[in-house]
C-alpha cells in the first residue's frame, strides 16, 4: 500500500532564512504525482507546488522548490528567504495518473521566527 | 475562473441529530469531487469521492454518506451525528483525468 511520511512534526525557522521539510512515500508504482500543500491557520488548503514523477527536473515556484529524489523516495521542500506569511501546516501529497485519490501526510507545521 | 463553495462554514450540532455539507463548484463541468475530514492535529481522511452524478465511492465505512444530484455539487450527509464526526471537512475538485485537487474554504463542525 502506498504512504506517506512526514517525519517532522514541527519546524521553526528564522524569518529570511531558508528551512526544509521532509517527506517521504513508499509506492510499487512508476507513474505518480507529488505535491506539497500548506494550510495556513484559515484552514483553506492551498497548492505550493506539484511533481510528476516522470520528470527529472525539481519543480519550482519562486522561494519554493523541491528535491525530489525518485530512487530514495524523497520529496522534500525548500522555503528560501522566509516570510512570516509562511507559517503554516505543510502537507505532503501523493496520488497515482488515472486514480482519484491522494493519499496525505501528517502534516509538518511551520513556526517562522521574526 | 473555477471556485468551489462550501456552507455552512461553520457548525455545532448535538448527537443524534442529521447533518447536510454542501459544497458546489462553479467554472466547470463533469469535475472528480471529493469530501475530506482533517481531526485536530491530523492529516486529511478521504470519506467519498465521485467522478460523476450518482457515483459514489466510499473510502471508510461510517455513518456518513454522499450524494452528487448535480454535476457540480456534492452532499455530505448523516442521519445521526456521533461525538466522533467532529472535525474540519473539506470538499475538493479536480478537472477530469486531471491529478491536481483544488479545495474549498472547509466546514468546522462540532457535535456536542
Known amino acids: 500500500a502506498q504512504t506517506v511520511t512526514q517525519s517532522q512534526p514541527e519546524m521553526s525557522v528564522q524569518e529570511a532564512e531558508t528551512v526544509t521539510l521532509s517527506c517521504t512515500y513508499d509506492?510499487?508504482?512508476?507513474?505518480?504525482?507529488l505535491f506539497w500543500y500548506k494550510q495556513p491557520p484559515s484552514r483553506q488548503m492551498i497548492l505550493v507546488i506539484r511533481?510528476?514523477?516522470?520528470?527529472?527536473q525539481n519543480a519550482t515556484e519562486n522561494r519554493f522548490s523541491v528535491n525530489f529524489q525518485k530512487a530514495a523516495k524523497s520529496f522534500s521542500l525548500k522555503i528560501s528567504d522566509s516570510q512570516l506569511g509562511d507559517a503554516a501546516m505543510y502537507f505532503c501529497?501523493?496520488?497515482?495518473?488515472?486514480?482519484?485519490?491522494?493519499?496525505f501526510g501528517t502534516g509538518t507545521r511551520l513556526k517562522v521566527l521574526a | 475562473s473555477q471556485t468551489i463553495h462550501q456552507w455552512p462554514a461553520t457548525l455545532v450540532q448535538p448527537v443524534g441529530s442529521p447533518l447536510s455539507l454542501e459544497c458546489t463548484v462553479e467554472?466547470?463541468?463533469?469535475?472528480?469531487l471529493y469530501w475530506y475530514r482533517q481531526a485536530a492535529g491530523r492529516g486529511l481522511q478521504l470519506l467519498f469521492y465521485?467522478?460523476?452524478?450518482?457515483?459514489i465511492s466510499s473510502e471508510v465505512p461510517q455513518n456518513l454518506s454522499a450524494s452528487r444530484p448535480q454535476d457540480r455539487q456534492f452532499i455530505l450527509s448523516s442521519k445521526k451525528l456521533l461525538l466522533s464526526d467532529s472535525g474540519f471537512y473539506l470538499c475538493?475538485?479536480?478537472?477530469?483525468?486531471?491529478?491536481?485537487?483544488?479545495f474549498g474554504p472547509g466546514t468546522r463542525l462540532t457535535v456536542l
Open positions: 475538493a475538485w479536480s478537472p477530469p483525468a486531471y491529478n491536481e485537487q483544488f
Open positions: 509506492t510499487s508504482e512508476s507513474d505518480y504525482y
Open positions: 511533481q510528476e514523477a516522470y520528470k527529472q
Open positions: 501529497a501523493y496520488t497515482t495518473s488515472g486514480t482519484y485519490k491522494y493519499i
Open positions: 467554472g466547470t463541468s463533469n469535475p472528480n
Open positions: 465521485s467522478v460523476g452524478i450518482g457515483q
